[in-house]
């Protein structure tokens, strides 16, 4: 499995990006690299690594020991560039840290050729924000057991990148409703109500710019979902440099996995569009709305996520949160015995309130 | 953030809610029963002495003190509003309380699932055909009923 790290051009230490200096540095003789910096000494390689076809990732037969056919169907083998040890991952993992030497290791085969990401958002913010951000959260939150929030947990905070798919697509639609304005008057003993029925139609076209849909499939695609929105203004032109120093998913998935999926999402969206645009009415439903695809562009996307996973009475937590704009999702564990407890105080305190104005206003 | 503001407004505004209606229904429940006087009553405090004055009026004095003794007691119909002023009370607190975890609880369940595209934004739409037509006017009448009886 071939692998890349990108190092310092001082002292050959790894190089990593830094969400708060925007910059790449080495953290062990504190130099700093600009993209251009680092384009000038590894573009070379870089290009052509994304020249290089990906691999097949299959383990051989041979090499798998009875009994671990499905361990090994599932991980792939890299080697450390930097101490030569011979490290697992799972078949999506495209950057991530060495458990040796603790040094970032990007493999490179599982983002060049088709799999290549055609722009990334770099984190805005370190982990140490990230951190400070979650427990500015979890302040307003009473009701969350105290070992979620200790920090012994929040170092299970990490910075990954997952994979996306961005879509422009035009679509030229017409949707047809039935909307009704009602008024009400009365006259001597009689309440007159009189109800106006449209027919409504609204036809043009909806320009979607950077629709994301997740790119990955599992456990984790509801929680990709739901960190967004990203703001399209920070997409940078991808480099393998950006993942040095955090983890990072490939997609498994390809456009025609996803397809279904992305037009019946887009066609909602057509449909929320063009009623939004039906005004001045008491009630509004749709009879018929037809979309159909003028143009359509998918690019390939990273996007950054600090994830966390927690286990709370047996059951495991995830919690997302946006690399870029700290939007959070994720249920979050509740302590049952506080709530309980809340319960009981908030109703006794009710009732009281309750009978005591009855009482005085007797 | 916003979402979770929202919430918590609402939780309160339930709450303030429930209190306010309960003292209200509370306070509605007493003055119903204990401060009408009943038909009885009115009738024992009313006319004493009744003269027609030769001109075809008739003219009343009153006299509160020859007023019975013998009517309903103030005290009596607190007793039973005590009842039913626990009883709604519990009602509502039963009906406040569960709101309030209810929010509480689907806060943490389904924490962050807001809109995840920013359609208004990154989503225009030109309108090349717009149209609104009335094809029906529905006008339908109610009766409404008065009570012209005073009593």
Known sequence: METVSYKCLNCEAPLQYSAKKLKFYCEYCRSEYTEEELKKHFGQMDAELNNNQPVSEETQADDVPEGFEDFASGTVMYTCQSCGAEVITDKTTAATFCIYCHNPVVISNRLTGAFKPDKVIPFKFTGEDAENKFFEFCQNKHFLPKAFISTAELNKIRGVYYPYWMIDSKKDGCLYATAKKVRRWTQGDTEYTETKIFRCKRAGLISFKDFPHPALRGEHSKALKYVNPYNSQDFRGFTMAYLSGFLAEKRDTERSDVQGEVDQALQEYSKKIYLDTITGYDSVMVDSVNVKTMDEHWQYAMMPVWMMNFNYEGKDYLYAMNGQTGKNYGELPLDKKKLALFGVILFVALLLLSILGGFFLL | ?151
């Not at chain 2, 916003?2 to 209606?21: D, E, G, M």
């Not at chain 2, 003055?31 to 009343?60: L, Q, R």
């Not at chain 2, 037509?133 to 009886?149: A, G, P």
Request: net charge negative.
């Open chain 2, 1 to 151: 953030m916003k979402k979770n503001c929202i919430k918590r407004t609402a939780a309160v505004i339930a709450a303030a809610l429930t209190i306010f209606c309960c003292g209200i229904s509370a306070s509605a429940e007493s003055i119903d029963i204990a401060e009408v006087p009943a038909a009885s009553e009115v009738n024992n405090y009313a006319v004493v002495y009744g003269y027609d004055d030769h001109d075809g009026n008739y003219d009343y004095n009153y006299n509160n003190d020859k007023a019975p003794a013998t009517g309903k007691s103030k005290s009596e119909p607190e007793k039973k509003n005590w009842l039913k002023i626990i009883l709604i009370a519990l009602g509502v607190s039963i009906v406040g309380t569960g709101l309030t975890v209810y929010f509480i609880y689907r806060g943490y369940k389904y924490n962050g699932m807001t809109e995840p595209y920013e359609y208004k934004d990154k989503a225009p739409l030109e309108l090349s055909d717009r149209e609104d037509v009335l094809i029906d006017v529905q006008v339908t009448t109610r009766h409404i009923e008065r009570n012209n009886n005073n009593n």
